[in-house]
Nanobody
Framework: QVQLVESGGGLVQAGGSLRLSCAASRRTFNSYFIGWFRQAPGKEREFVARINWSGGMTYYADSVKGRFTISRDNAKNTAYLQMISLKPEDTAVYYC???????????????WGQGTQVTVVS
């Protein structure tokens, strides 16, 4: 079992930035691929970004490419999502998840955090 806890969400104006954190409970954190997903009210959950176990490989949804950066610090058992140039359409609950495979599909992720709310106002 891997427990994931997100933090760092909040209310921000359009054009602003936030950094989300995802803290994991286990030292084996570095053996998992980490993904960030989001779900806006009335919409399906969507993939945002993912990172491999070493942090050397990343992949982004087109909607966030160039604005969001995923990273991880395995020594701290923590992954991050740095978000800049935020838009109102980025408003959602953001979740981090851990998987044993390289995938953007939510159902392939084995462990999920509880989510953190990001609200972007214009």
């Amino acid at each position: 079992q891997v427990q994931l806890v997100e933090s760092g969400g909040g209310l921000v104006q359009a054009g602003g930035s936030l950094r989300l954190s995802c803290a994991a409970s286990r030292r084996t954190f570095n053996s998992y691929f980490i993904g960030w997903f989001r779900q806006a009210p009335g919409k399906e959950r969507e993939f945002v970004a993912r990172i491999n176990w070493s942090g050397g490989m990343t992949y982004y949804a087109d909607s966030v490419k160039g604005r969001f950066t995923i990273s991880r610090d395995n020594a701290k058992n923590t992954a991050y999502l740095q978000m800049i140039s935020l838009k109102p359409e980025d408003t959602a609950v953001y979740y981090c998840a851990a998987a044993e495979r390289w995938t953007s599909i939510g159902r392939d992720y084995d462990y999920w955090g509880q989510g953190t709310q990001v609200t972007v106002v214009s």
